[in-house]
């Protein structure tokens, strides 16, 4: 991902290189020719840290102002997972840095409903992933940590119906309620508006709107208390940025398409965008744009504040994931600007990270600064991400305590690409079954081997078993009850 931004740097990288040549070193000019920095925006989830990585890009974060929710923090205060949105530019020598971190949690409440991999906090809709991260303090950590009652804190990515993608999760530690959404049914007699499926209040409310009035679609972060009817009596409400200055040279923007009219008219978390015939697709095409679809945007900010996107990425459905131990390491040279990409095995399966993998430490040692560098042989590993023609990339890894006392059982989920009479192949592992293996269907019932086998093909399991060797000896397996295996986009 963030291929422009990339290429941007690696091009200033060649002029800086080529300005050592000949006599003199003559200065090297910047995007425009001033030599100046190149001015960036970027909105989009923190991949790790040192400084702090965002979309892939390393951002060096030593004189940034940092706010969390409007108030003064310290970068120790920024999390993997949370969805930011960063002001900073490129130098001449290709090194960018921050000049601005701003996260703004999405939801802070109480869970009111568990219902599969969905949370549902003042009626707000969480939909939980493999890439959600879910904060050490959750115990067991994971979705099983948490039921209705618990008070929780949501980063994550807006979706056109008002759900929420969660990329972390982590346990409120205060009494304050906070959603986060694009406004709609104002009334302004009873002073009221509705705010994802949430009613909200603003007449006792502190109205924080910049240059702009309240109006439909205005994207709003708000806060206060639900009452016993289920109103939201809001206290504060705040407008949230959804657009770049047009100093901005570039900009990075990744989230759900919230509006669609065309290829030429839409919004990406609120951000107006367009395209031209110029602008290059990754993983689709023009005609793949819709509502709910998400998407990374890179390009400039034209002079009437649209985004005009020179590349667009649809991402991709994560639905692998391997937990493990590290068999092999092969660590590259730096991918460039500080971010270390290579490969990994757990278990014998082969797994290639990207700049944009996000890394998090939840082992006993939580180093902060954390990367595949970091990681060693034995290390206990969990790895989400998807299958392409390369073979498994990683998007998230995580390092979890070893356990001396674990049961060698480990636990695979993907799709299956191909299938014989008592095995299947899961993102290249090929995995066996015998007479002991259980099956179940996606609504968890037990069904036999034949019928298994008959209806598998292209379905998105979780297998649990055992290593051996190249193969994976099946205990358990389960179709995934949110199977969407053949769905290109993440929905």
């Given at each position: 991902?963030?291929?422009?931004?990339?290429r941007?740097?690696?091009?200033?990288?060649?002029?800086?290189?080529?300005s050592?040549?000949?006599?003199?070193?003559?200065?090297v000019?910047?995007?425009?020719?001033s030599?100046?920095?190149?001015?960036?925006?970027?909105?989009?989830?923190?991949?790790g840290?040192?400084?702090?990585?965002?979309?892939?890009?390393?951002?060096?974060?030593?004189?940034?102002?940092?706010?969390i929710?409007?108030?003064?923090?310290m970068e120790?205060?920024?999390?993997?997972g949370?969805?930011?949105?960063?002001i900073?530019?490129?130098?001449?020598?290709?090194?960018?840095?921050?000049d601005?971190i701003?996260?703004t949690?999405n939801?802070?409440?109480?869970?009111?409903t568990?219902?599969?991999?969905?949370?549902?906090?003042m009626?707000?809709?969480?939909?939980?992933s493999?890439?959600t991260?879910?904060?050490?303090?959750?115990?067991p950590?994971?979705?099983?940590?948490?039921?209705?009652?618990?008070?929780?804190?949501v980063?994550?990515?807006l979706?056109?119906?008002?759900?929420?993608?969660?990329?972390?999760?982590?346990?409120?530690?205060?009494?304050?309620?906070?959603?986060?959404?694009?406004?709609?049914?104002?009334?302004?007699?009873?002073?009221?508006f509705?705010?994802?499926?949430?009613?909200?209040?603003?007449?006792?409310?502190n109205?924080?709107?910049g240059?702009?009035?309240?109006?439909?679609?205005?994207?709003?972060?708000?806060?206060?208390?639900?009452?016993?009817?289920?109103?939201?009596?809001?206290?504060?409400?705040?407008?949230?940025?959804?657009?770049?200055?047009?100093?901005?040279?570039?900009v990075?923007?990744?989230?759900?398409?919230?509006?669609?009219?065309?290829?030429?008219d839409?919004?990406?978390?609120?951000?107006?965008?367009?395209?031209?015939?110029?602008?290059?697709?990754?993983?689709?095409?023009?005609?793949?744009?819709?509502?709910?679809?998400?998407?990374?945007?890179?390009g400039?900010?034209?002079?009437?504040?649209?985004?005009?996107?020179?590349?667009?990425e649809?991402?991709?459905?994560?639905?692998n994931?391997?937990a493990?131990?590290?068999?092999?390491?092969?660590?590259?040279?730096?991918?460039?600007?500080?971010i270390?990409?290579?490969t990994?095995?757990?278990?014998?399966t082969s797994?290639?990270?990207?700049?944009?993998?996000?890394?998090?430490?939840k082992g006993?040692?939580?180093?902060k600064?954390?990367?595949?560098?970091?990681?060693?042989?034995?290390?206990a590993?969990?790895?989400t991400?998807?299958?392409n023609?390369?073979?498994?990339?990683?998007?998230?890894i995580?390092?979890e305590?070893?356990?001396?006392?674990?049961?060698?059982?480990?636990?695979?989920?993907?799709?299956?690409?191909?299938?014989?009479?008592d095995?299947?192949?899961?993102?290249g592992?090929?995995?066996?079954t015998?007479?002991?293996?259980?099956?179940?269907?996606?609504?968890?019932?037990?069904?036999?081997?034949a019928?298994?086998?008959a209806?598998?093909?292209?379905?998105?399991?979780?297998v649990?078993g055992?290593?051996?060797?190249?193969?994976?000896?099946?205990?358990?397996?389960?179709?995934?009850?949110?199977?969407?295996?053949?769905?290109q986009?993440?929905?």
């Amino acid at each position: 991902m963030t291929h422009f931004l990339t290429r941007l740097i690696a091009s200033l990288c060649v002029l800086l290189l080529a300005s050592c040549g000949g006599s003199g070193g003559s200065d090297v000019s910047g995007i425009d020719g001033s030599g100046a920095p190149v001015a960036t925006g970027t909105q989009g989830t923190i991949d790790g840290f040192g400084s702090v990585i965002v979309n892939g890009v390393r951002y060096n974060s030593d004189k940034a102002q940092i706010l969390i929710n409007g108030d003064m923090a310290m970068e120790e205060n920024l999390q993997v997972g949370y969805q930011v949105r960063l002001i900073g530019s490129i130098a001449k020598d290709g090194s960018a840095s921050a000049d601005k971190i701003e996260f703004t949690p999405n939801l802070i409440g109480t869970i009111t409903t568990k219902t599969g991999n969905t949370l549902v906090v003042m009626n707000q809709e969480i939909k939980i992933s493999n890439d959600t991260i879910f904060d050490v303090k959750i115990v067991p950590r994971g979705l099983q940590g948490l039921a209705p009652g618990a008070r929780i804190l949501v980063s994550g990515s807006l979706a056109s119906d008002g759900s929420i993608s969660a990329t972390r999760i982590e346990l409120a530690d205060n009494s304050s309620q906070q959603l986060q959404g694009f406004v709609r049914d104002v009334n302004t007699m009873n002073m009221t508006f509705q705010l994802n499926q949430q009613q909200i209040s603003y007449a006792g409310a502190n109205l924080n709107l910049g240059n702009q009035n309240l109006r439909n679609g205005l994207l709003v972060s708000v806060r206060g208390i639900q009452d016993t009817n289920q109103l939201f009596l809001a206290t504060q409400v705040n407008r949230v940025a959804t657009e770049f200055s047009t100093n901005i040279k570039s900009v990075s923007i990744e989230g759900y398409i919230t509006r669609f009219v065309s290829a030429m008219d839409f919004e990406v978390a609120g951000m107006q965008v367009t395209t031209n015939a110029q602008t290059r697709y990754d993983n689709g095409e023009a005609k793949n744009l819709a509502p709910g679809i998400k998407v990374e945007v890179d390009g400039k900010v034209t002079s009437d504040g649209k985004l005009l996107a020179e590349e667009l990425e649809f991402e991709h459905k994560v639905n692998n994931k391997i937990a493990g131990k590290i068999t092999n390491i092969t660590v590259n040279n730096s991918a460039g600007f500080g971010i270390v990409t290579g490969t990994l095995e757990v278990d014998g399966t082969s797994i290639r990270t990207t700049i944009a993998t996000r890394y998090e430490d939840k082992g006993s040692s939580r180093v902060k600064r954390f990367n595949l560098s970091s990681l060693q042989v034995g290390d206990a590993v969990e790895v989400t991400g998807y299958s392409n023609e390369t073979g498994f990339i990683a998007t998230k890894i995580e390092r979890e305590d070893n356990d001396d006392n674990e049961p060698e059982e480990r636990e695979l989920e993907g799709i299956i690409t191909s299938i014989s009479a008592d095995s299947f192949t899961l993102f290249g592992r090929k995995i066996v079954t015998d007479e002991n293996t259980e099956y179940r269907d996606a609504e968890g019932k037990s069904i036999n081997p034949a019928s298994f086998f008959a209806i598998a093909f292209g379905k998105r399991v979780e297998v649990k078993g055992v290593a051996l060797g190249n193969e994976f000896l099946a205990i358990r397996i389960s179709i995934d009850e949110d199977d969407k295996g053949k769905d290109q986009f993440k929905l």
